[in-house]
Nanobody
Framework: VQLQASGGGLVQTGGSLRLSCAAS????????AGWFRQAPGKEREFVAR????????YYKDAVKGRFTISRDNAKNTVYLQMNNLIPEDTAVYYC?????????????????WGQGTEVTVSS
């Protein structure tokens, strides 16, 4: 499986962006999917994850109520809707896959990475 992320950009505080991560291959629906982010000078951190069929989701506390993760297995794509963005959300965002939903919380556990898409939130 290969991943291609898109949708990043420059937005003002309070704005919204929708990130997409498209997967190649026929096994996308066997993977839990997640979004991580890495700010300059910081380690890559977990943001959100979704189970294989989309019935389970989990978020980093700092983004709860503002971000929504979803997936469309027919399109082999996972999304991250980001609303009410703040400067602290500025980072490069990465999508990642793991066969075990519960293990998709540490960057070190991710088995498949996409390239990042940069999000910049201006104050």
């Amino acid at each position: 499986v290969q991943l291609q992320a898109s949708g990043g950009g420059l937005v003002q505080t309070g704005g919204s962006l929708r990130l997409s991560c498209a997967a190649s291959g026929r096994t996308f629906n066997t993977y839990a999917a997640g979004w991580f982010r890495q700010a300059p000078g910081k380690e890559r951190e977990f943001v959100a994850r979704i189970s294989q069929r989309g019935g389970l989701t989990y978020y980093k506390d700092a983004v709860k109520g503002r971000f929504t993760i979803s997936r469309d297995n027919a399109k082999n794509t996972v999304y991250l809707q980001m609303n009410n963005l703040i400067p602290e959300d500025t980072a490069v965002y990465y999508c990642g896959l793991h066969l075990d939903y519960n293990n998709l919380i540490l960057a070190s556990a991710v088995r498949v990475w996409g390239q990042g898409t940069e999000v910049t939130v201006s104050s």
